[in-house]
């Protein structure tokens, strides 16, 4: 139900740090006609640490009004407290969001064992009307979840997912091999989509996809279809955008890769600042290798 | 003017995970009259993360009306944005804090740079009504404020000062040494507080001045009295304890701490868990060991 | 020439803690005998690094003299130094091994940069009679090759091949479209075994080759034969007993598991361990489930 | 016995990367008339892990031949295996060394349990003619003793200090704090000589001191005799320059150290490069900014 390529979209803003709501419904309308099997609203990539509750709201809402019925939009609801994440997921709901994305919470890594992340998302499952995915994304939580814990809260019928973003290929086929056919694993970074395709998971969602989204299709496509080797060749030559859009550059660099393909991308909010000039050719010259450009 | 020793209360609650208000009192009591220089609220030891911006801003006040007007009492405002920790310093000031206690913001830790930090903190701090305390927290945040930044950001007149967590003892002389003598240094941790007074620091905020305020502050007056090897035995004879209450059983052993000398401690918010009971065994008796049962 | 299943033997001590060489050549008949395409002397899991000079040369000629000749031996002759990697890698040569596996050295990390190890590699390359596989080893290294660094060396003629332990696909990947069709990249773990070989590997030096030799040669020839759904079903039932003699309960694991399959494993030499008797239960447990035992 | 300021000298080479004998004994010369309180040979600053056993058995001889006799001097003896430090622990006694400096084990770092380290130390302190100084190195073996294993391990007659390397001053503190006043602690680091001392250390063992030996001697002199204000001034003086001839620039930047102050540096070992030009360049500012130069 949930399968497929799935863009983790960004939240534009304008100069003065508003979000830039006709911008958004402009990209919108653009991966609206794209094959993208979904969207996601307020994940790491829609800075969604940088948005207040009412904007997150708005923006859950808004995407979902602006994107065609047969795409799913997931609501990124994750917070650090159980309180919040329930009341998001909530409003999530209320505003027509189809699923939750919840990430761990990590500010107190030290005490996130199993057991604490265990209770925490069988409380959350319990009291979110929407599904919910798990989002293990190691390099901003500094956290994994392991393969174990995610086996067990797989069982709850209310949580029927993760998108893991640690790149661990083992870790990803351990938690194909533990759980049922119901729970779908989405691979978290363009960078090991195939691998994970390979070992049985069941889409991804890509940073790259909001620029690249058809190329990200078709790997999920052909590698359904069999056509392997052509499945191989789409997925070595992303590898290096792939990293330009996400660790190398950030959320900043997948917005000027944005407006590098003529869409909006925009300034990133505060702490985080926009691409260098040279950065921007370094990543124009990436895109250009790739033939994105 | 902010010299001495900070208390960073945590944020009591009641079993059904509201702030307990009555029984914050009751401690604030307790600690007004202890010889704490000041409190700060709302920082890691209060669950600032698991708190909502209506707890914040209430609590800021709470602390405030009902701390000695003697005493200085820091809010913690940092934000992973700069827009809410603006916001959120400006609300602090409203209800009567006294300085700023922000955060490294750190979700995006790849992207904060020495550059995008120091442009971070000069955007806050001219637009604080608050003075500000820089707060590095690496545990937590898994990233490091360098001594160089720290440095160049102490020359703006609203930045007054840091409180270092990371118990690196080099970059706090470091730090030390690179800025003024009315930029002031705060030993984020009592397990290393006399080696900082010694290069210089100019106090602490310790999760430890909570259950044990008058050893925490007599550290402090027998360092500047000269008596270097009281200071000395008893620094030695908190280590135990302190890190019992910080790093081993976090904010939950600290709360349990409280229980123990019969203030309040009460439960964390989830998804932080209240310690075990062999937990709390082992802590008993860490805190009979150093006298402090 | 170097392609296919490697496996990366342990040394076996007796009581004493002496190299147990009658064990050896038992080991070494029964790996002979099976589809094993060669062995790796003196690797990771042969405690290279708690064998002295001398036993390392007795080491290569007694592994290649009771090696079947189609079967290749790769020699592990990386040391801290270049000088001492020259002097191993040549000695190698004289005891018939077919090429050297050479670790990044890895003790002073913070001096290893990109520039350093290519200094490196490129004065042992041009100095050892033994063409050069690059040995990447994260987890022991503390340490990881950019696939930048692997392009550049790669063009080097003495230098065939990488065996990457690090476990990061993407990075595989990327290594694998940088490199040409004449360096080898052989997985340095059976846990991404398949999804390596997707991408292009050539191959794999599996500590689980020791003890499942005819899985992890199956799941290449499946692979090479185009069964992808036997070749996945094959890597997902081994990932937890890989877990098991590696990551989990390390060499000293891998050596209990030869044990249990009635080969000679033995003790590991100090400061490792052996396990102890409930993990060997464990292990034994792993066995069953994944049909080994 | 063994108090006061060590250090751990650099191992000269000449152009052809061989030992320079002539120039090391120039060196001692030059360390035997300063205030020094004894030297290590075949510490990390040593390159011992770039030297082969035949060198570092004469490298003990001739380090304690030209050593004026009221100055220790300590072997680095510490290899992988315990075969191996035992046997160099045996021909560094036969050598004249006074004491072995014995480094954690940490290729198997994942191994390494509080268990491991124990019987480790504990079996070559047995086997040891010489009294033994545990070497906690994290900066280069990513492995950090505990104050617990630390204090049982001090209950071992042959095992009299330890020098910390990894400047957690907590630590520190609680090693002195749970061992006996006959156990000496060292510091590993000129970084955090002073705060060491004031919390009961012993002494230091300082790359600094090859370069600075009278200042770092009067570091401790001036504590012991009381002068604390004048000795945090030396302190803060020279944390820079220790930073340079440390974890800035390496064994290569010591070298260079030594060059600019007219005693001989020379080349490190391959695969560690000499400093670069500008480097050397940025070090010569470093010194004379602290009056070095």
Redesign the interface.
């Known amino acids: 139900m949930f399968h497929g390529i799935y863009a983790p979209i960004p939240t534009p803003f304008d100069d003065s ?1 508003e979000i830039a709501w006709e911008k958004l419904r402009d990209n919108l309308d653009w991966w609206g006609k794209t094959s993208l099997h979904g969207l996601v609203a307020a994940g ?1 990539n829609g800075e969604a ?4 509750n009412e904007e997150k709201e708005r923006l859950f809402a808004y995407v979902r009004e602006n994107t065609p019925s047969e795409k799913k939009v997931i609501a990124g609801t994750g917070a ?5 994440t329930i009341r998001l997921s909530r409003a999530a709901a209320k505003n027509g969001a189809d699923a939750a994305l919840i990430i761990t ?1 990590h ?7 199993d ?3 265990e ?2 998302y069988l ?1 959350v499952a319990e009291s979110s009307p929407l599904p919910i995915f798990l989002y293990n994304m190691p ?2 939580t ?1 956290l994994n979840m392991s393969a174990g814990l995610v086996a067990r809260l797989s069982k709850h019928p209310n949580i029927v997912g993760i998108k893991d973003s640690g ?4 870790q990803i ?2 938690i ?2 533990k759980t049922g056919s119901d729970f779908l694993v989405s691979a978290g ?1 363009a ?2 989509l ?2 994970a395709l ?3 998971a069941g889409g991804g969602t890509l940073a790259l996809a909001n620029v690249m989204p058809e190329e990200c299709v078709d790997i999920y496509t052909l590698f359904n279809n069999g056509e ?1 080797e052509k499945a ?1 060749a789409l ?3 992303l ?2 955008i ?2 330009a859009v996400t ?1 190398r550059f ?3 660099g997948l917005k000027a890769a944005m407006d590098l393909i003529a869409r909006y991308g925009g300034p990133p ?5 926009p691409v260098k000039e040279e950065e921007k050719r370094q990543l124009q010259e990436i895109m250009q290798q790739c033939r994105l450009l």
Request: charged share 25%; net charge neutral; glycine share 12%.
């Open positions: 740090g790491t640490v940088l948005l207040d650090e407290s159980a309180r919040e919470p500010y107190f890594k030290g005490c996130m064992s057991e604490a992340l209770k925490y409380h390099r901003n500094n790149g661990n290929i083992a086929g351990k194909i091999e970074s960078g090991f195939l691998p390979l070992l049985g392997l191989r997925q070595l030559n590898l290096d792939n990293d660790a950030g959320v900043a909010r505060m702490p985080l600042l």
